[in-house]
């Protein structure tokens, strides 16, 4: 993991491997715990909300590691539009992840 946050894997790797594949073992985790949040607590509820809030914000450090590893892995490439691209990506994942952010938070706010 110290390799792909300094930057010194491929970039191709940090992107498939680190965020992709690391993304999807996360969301899987997360939506096996949605679910059996919404097992116990009557699902739509607040509390399944907040839950789902909750595993996103735990979530949340392992995307910011991504970022800096994708980010510092543009600088090993030749190809500088994938590079430009990758920073792309990261700018519109950041903005994903904090629009789903204050979307559930509202969810909460309101009591669903």
């Known amino acids: 993991m110290?390799?792909?946050?300094?930057?010194?894997?491929?970039?191709?790797?940090?992107?498939?491997l680190f965020w992709v594949v690391g993304s999807l073992v996360l969301a899987i985790l997360g939506s096996v715990l949605v679910y059996v949040a919404g097992l116990i607590f009557q699902f739509p509820s607040?509390?399944?909300?907040f839950i789902t809030f909750l595993i996103l914000i735990l979530f949340n450090p392992y995307y910011i590691v991504c970022w800096v590893a994708a980010w510092r892995s543009t600088q090993n490439t030749t190809f500088q539009a994938a590079a430009i691209g990758v920073k792309l990506l990261i700018a519109f994942h950041?903005?994903?992840?904090?629009?789903?952010?204050?979307?559930i938070n509202k969810l909460i706010q309101n009591g669903i």
């Open 2 to 16: 110290k390799k792909y946050f300094q930057g010194e894997e491929s970039l191709a790797k940090t992107i498939w």
């Open 46 to 49: 607040t509390q399944t909300a």
């Open 94 to 103: 950041i903005a994903y992840v904090m629009y789903i952010s204050i979307g």
